[in-house]
């Protein structure tokens, strides 16, 4: 866990110390978010959470694959990790507008109002009940939120307690 942790720092101070550029090219991006999602469902049904996949086929995208999973990977293991069981988790891809939307859905504890405010600050975890037994640094969504900015894009949270959130991503397509 603490080789994670100094990875994860060493690449969030480099990213703030120079802001190396994200190494794009054209990608399936439907096939790179699949495979992102088939790589934890065992995982999230070994928990009781059922995946739902909504993914347009066949979208492309330029911009940095590996990055884009990673955000992908972030957003569903915290999914999993932060919804109690038999809930379901839904991930959707497509394109609006000329821009890639990606959202991630769980019916699961939700976030406050206060702490929205607060979850991509780098070491924020929120707080609840039976939340500080989920291991982690809070450094996931602080990198994704990195992730989507250098790709020019957004993100925002919805969500209400004992309800559910949704994150969603949008990012300008690049032709």
């Known amino acids: 866990k603490m080789t994670e942790v100094v990875n994860d720092l060493v690449i969030l101070s480099r ?4 802001k190396p550029p994200i190494s794009k090219c054209r990608f399936d991006v439907s096939g790179a978010v699949l ?4 790589s934890f469902r065992a995982s999230a049904e070994a928990q009781g959470h059922a995946l739902e996949l909504n ?59 206060t702490q929205q405010t607060r979850i991509f600050e780098r070491f924020y975890r929120v707080s609840k009940g039976n939340i500080h037994d989920v291991k982690g640094f809070g450094l996931g969504l602080s990198y994704v939120k990195d992730i989507v900015e250098r790709h020019d894009g957004s993100i925002t949270v919805e969500s209400r307690e004992k309800e559910g959130s949704t994150f969603t991503i949008i990012i300008p397509g690049k032709k």
């Open 15 to 18: 990213l703030d110390e120079e």
């Open 55 to 113: 993914i347009v086929p066949g979208l492309t995208y330029y911009g940095d694959e590996y990055a884009v999973r990673q955000l992908v990977s972030i957003l569903l293991d915290n999914a999993i990790k932060y919804s109690g069981t038999t809930v379901e988790i839904s991930i959707r891809v497509r394109e609006t507008a000329g821009q890639l939307e990606v959202c991630i859905t769980d019916n699961g504890i939700g976030i406050s109002p």
């Open 35 to 38: 495979e992102a999602a088939d």
